[in-house]
């Protein structure tokens, strides 16, 4: 299987496309304003990363019963799925609160002044085949919807390959551009920064390169399965972009 295609390729410059993005172009931080228009944007992709993961953990370790022994549970698969579920639904910190790394973005959110309400009447109101008379911010619903799709393609390859290349691989250094237009020394923005700051460290460490094994495993040597696989990652870093260009325009707009 020839993994050096165009197509990969292609995607590995939409991701150096997306880490250029103007959104974070070098010079002031955001202001506490644009900082809310980000969060109020971007909180659609934090929620729609569970049910990426959700999804695979269905494939890989589903909780159906009779339990039976699969080949994941031998070659770190389960335990790379399992961790990150752990990890990202049920996260404690050093005062023994428990949370959802969903929750403590919504958490961030409040520090910053966002405002989270519609993506919470969003979320609760969310059903997978029926969602044309939600409110959200135009760009946050075709990502969400192209997640979605992918999702429905019911496709361990497909669904590992957004989650390889567009979250856990692309994550560290989009999250790193992200941090270094939060303020450092404005303590409202802890919440947010620990968010940020804890993915890039565990996607750079762990689950970056264990989904990339994740990912050519699910692969099968096939030539299709990759090259279909690929289709949808940069269908998912092209939805970021985009998503992106709505936090910019909105900013522009409102400045
Ligand atoms: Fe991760």
Redesign the pocket.
Known sequence: MNQNTKKFIFLQDKIKELNSHKLFEQGATFTQEELKIFMEFHIYAVWDFMSIVKSLQNFICPSTYPWRPNKYSKNGIAHLINE?VF??ESDVDENDNYFSHFDLYVSAMHDVGADSSNAMNFIEKFELHEHNLLEAPKESFKFIQNTFNCIKSNKLSNIAAIFTYG??TT?PDMFSKILSKIDEKDIRYNNLRLYIKR?IE??SS???PL?IQLFNYTCENSQDIFDEAVEYAIKAIEARILLWDGVLKKINNTN
């Open positions: 990150i990890s990202e979250r856990e994550i993915h565990v996607d762990r689950h970056g989904s």
